[in-house]
């Protein structure tokens, strides 16, 4: 009975164990300071949220402690508005040690080698935004005296200068410092409230870059999951931006196709003009085509004696299957063959990430739609057909 109850008396302290927190701590020693109060934020993905405070004694000595099953970005706020942004994980024991004097440039941090990095990104930004603000008082100055416009371009290339140097700064950073949490930091550093340094779409390869190492190394931290997400929209804005591009300068400047057919003649697109098309992208020898080619069968003899054709172009890497799949599915529309196959330029240009797709082209040579199947094409083209 009392091994019983020993073993009992284990399996629940085991338990609290395993229920636990990691603890960290994070206390510091900052000089030429008086008497007063240290607050600790949390820095999440949307918002920062005050945690704790403490009172820092007449030493300057104080001390958090918190608990915490992650790792995660701290700012703590001395008197006079100084801050310093910290990254903390479970079992850290940070040390900070400084001068209230030009604290946020004149500290060091012991125990968090991604601390120390987030000082010296948080030291060059500061950098960078004293030389703006020099740079637009001599902007102000030069541009209230007549005639100086030489200077006012001189201060302007000077201004993309500095800004220049400090994209190139972050960039640099992030490809040496990817594993670390700061280059996430880095990521979303921005020159004032409204401005990041690094563009989505000019610096996609940052973002790839820090999204790939987080995902190894902290697949499940908030900012992990925070860029995965923004990562999915920026490429949705690229796709959107690309295809936007295409509908804008859809007249007679479409991206060309010019493809042969099963009988070896070459039918170009452009061909088409004045009729309403599907530009169709398909593999007809793909594993589930039939019942697509079906589908499109079935809308073709309903629609195409009204003014609608299919364009459809085939990535199938095999000529002889290709042509034997045509006349098994008794296809009797307009199909050519691109022999680059997956690897097709037209495709690319296009935007084709994925097959089947399709672009739906009006008798104006625009584009009208894309991606429609089934019941969506039928209610589109009995919109544009009436």
């Known amino acids: 009975m009392q091994k019983r109850f020993l073993f009992i008396a284990l399996i629940a302290l085991l338990t609290v164990a395993c229920g636990k927190n990691t603890n960290i701590t994070i206390n510091g020693n900052i000089r030429n300071t008086k008497e007063g109060k240290v607050y600790l934020e949390q820095i999440n993905v949307d918002n920062v949220v005050l945690i704790d405070s403490t009172i820092m004694d007449k030493s300057g000595d104080f001390e958090f402690e918190l608990n915490s099953n992650d790792g995660l970005f701290y700012n703590l706020k001395f008197p006079n508005n100084q801050i310093i942004t910290v990254f903390a994980q479970p079992n850290d024991k940070l040390k900070i040690s400084g001068d209230l004097n030009k604290l946020m440039s004149n500290y060091w941090v012991d125990g968090s080698e991604h601390s120390l990095w987030i000082k010296v990104l948080n030291f060059q930004i500061n950098n960078t935004r004293i030389q703006m603000d020099s740079i637009r008082t001599k902007y102000k100055d030069v541009s209230l005296k007549n005639g100086m416009t030489s200077e006012i371009k001189s201060v302007i290339i000077k201004w993309d200068s500095i800004l220049d140097e400090q994209k190139k700064f972050s960039r640099d950073f992030i490809l040496k410092h990817a594993t670390s949490p700061s280059s996430y930091f880095a990521l979303y550093q921005k020159f004032d409230n409204k401005n990041f340094i690094l563009d989505p779409i000019k610096d996609l390869q940052s973002y790839k870059i820090v999204a790939s190492s987080l995902s190894a190394?902290?697949?499940?931290?908030?900012?992990?999951?925070?860029?995965?997400?923004?990562?999915?929209?920026?490429?949705?804005?690229?796709?959107?931006?690309?295809?936007?591009?295409?509908?804008?300068?859809?007249?007679?400047?479409?991206?060309?196709?010019?493809?042969?057919?099963?009988?070896?003649?070459?039918?170009?697109?452009?061909?088409?003009?004045?009729?309403?098309?599907?530009?169709?992208?398909?593999?007809?020898?793909?594993?589930?085509?039939?019942?697509?080619?079906?589908?499109?069968?079935?809308?073709y003899q309903k629609y195409k004696y009204k003014n609608f054709i299919v364009y459809q172009v085939c990535l199938d890497s095999n000529v002889l299957f290709w042509k034997e799949s045509i006349k098994d599915y008794g296809i009797n529309w307009i199909c050519v063959r691109d022999n680059l196959a997956l690897k097709s330029t037209i495709a690319s240009n296009w935007n084709v990430k994925s097959i089947p797709a399709n672009y739906l082209i009006n008798d104006k040579f625009e584009i009208v739609g894309k991606n429609l199947y089934g019941r969506a094409l039928e209610d589109r083209l009995n919109d544009l057909l009436k």
């Open 217 to 299: 190394i902290y697949p499940n931290s908030i900012y992990t999951k925070a860029i995965m997400c923004n990562l999915k929209e920026i490429y949705s804005n690229i796709k959107a931006a690309q295809l936007k591009n295409i509908i804008d300068n859809s007249e007679a400047r479409l991206p060309m196709v010019k493809l042969p057919d099963v009988k070896g003649d070459t039918i170009s697109l452009g061909s088409l003009k004045d009729k309403f098309i599907l530009l169709d992208f398909t593999m007809l020898t793909a594993k589930d085509s039939k019942p697509y080619i079906d589908d499109l069968k079935s809308i």
